[in-house]
């Protein structure tokens, strides 16, 4: 089974990835964690990555397309995939149809999950990670509160703010999310696989709405 979560900056595309590969036992592609990976490296390279990341604009195509097919050539999945940050325009759409097709496979499943600007902004400026284990928390959600301030409830680390994680980028992510990757609500509804989710909700709820499409077929 192979699942896309499509969605603007901050919907939970993270979190619900997380709680699905646990329950199906997928393996997660998130362009954006490889990306910040390359990003932390102190190479010509890693500088000019983390430049991008840092302004909110997308990573050029033919960079994304080589890190995404090194990594599923090294971490190919019984069960399938859940690719979470990809694909963010029509052209990346047809190039995961393309490798799919070439490994005979196809996506099952395309989950819209769909949040209102205003609690995507406070979710973004909340947002804040543990360095070491990186579990996510939100200081402005209370559920999702750290119990001490700034200290990971895990591992006892220091939680950080990532870079792009500001109302600035915010808004270059969400100006690109609108034009790039909303287009591709028509692409995949047109194929007949794509699942409105309400991600307005807490996590529990938001992935009630996931299983029960995956459990209806
Ligand atoms: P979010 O969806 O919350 O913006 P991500 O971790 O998915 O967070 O992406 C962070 C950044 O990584 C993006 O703003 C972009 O610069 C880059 N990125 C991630 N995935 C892609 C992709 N498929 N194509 C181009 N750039 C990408």
């Known amino acids: 089974m192979n699942i896309i979560l499509?969605?603007?900056?901050?919907?939970?595309?993270?979190?619900?990835s997380e709680l699905l590969i646990k329950k199906y036992q997928l393996n997660q592609i998130s362009t954006g964690?490889?990306?910040?990976?390359?990003?932390?490296?102190?190479?010509?390279?890693?500088?000019?990555?983390?430049?991008?990341?840092?302004?909110?604009?997308?990573v050029n195509n033919n960079l994304v397309f080589q890190v995404l097919e090194?990594?599923?050539?090294?971490?190919?999945?019984?069960?399938?995939?859940?690719?979470?940050?990809?694909?963010?325009?029509?052209?990346?759409?047809?190039?995961?149809?393309d490798i799919l097709e070439n490994m005979n496979q196809k996506i099952d499943y395309v989950f819209y999950l769909n949040v209102s600007k205003e609690i995507l902004l406070k979710r973004i400026t909340g947002r804040r990670l543990c360095k070491s284990c990186g579990k996510v928390y939100n200081i402005n959600i209370d559920l999702l509160k750290p119990k001490m301030n700034s200290i990971c409830d895990n591992c006892g680390q220091e939680l950080y703010r990532r870079e792009d994680d500001n109302e600035s980028s915010f808004e270059t992510r969400y100006q690109n999310y609108k034009i790039q990757t909303q287009p591709l609500i028509?692409?995949?509804?047109?194929?007949?696989?794509?699942?409105?989710?309400?991600?307005?909700?807490?996590?529990?709820?938001?992935?009630?709405?996931?299983?029960?499409?995956?459990?209806k077929r």
Do not use: H, W
Not at 83 to 97: I, N, S, Y
Not at 186 to 214: A, P
């Open 6 to 16: 499509l969605a603007p900056p901050a919907a939970g595309k993270g979190t619900q």
């Open 33 to 58: 964690d490889l990306l910040r990976k390359i990003a932390s490296n102190d190479s010509k390279l890693g500088n000019t990555i983390k430049k991008t990341l840092a302004s909110g604009e997308l």
């Open 70 to 97: 090194e990594y599923m050539d090294k971490n190919t999945s019984e069960n399938g995939y859940v690719f979470d940050g990809f694909p963010r325009d029509t052209l990346q759409a047809e190039k995961l149809d």
């Open 186 to 215: 028509d692409y995949y509804q047109n194929k007949n696989i794509l699942y409105e989710i309400d991600s307005s909700l807490e996590k529990e709820e938001v992935f009630k709405q996931i299983e029960s499409f995956i459990e």
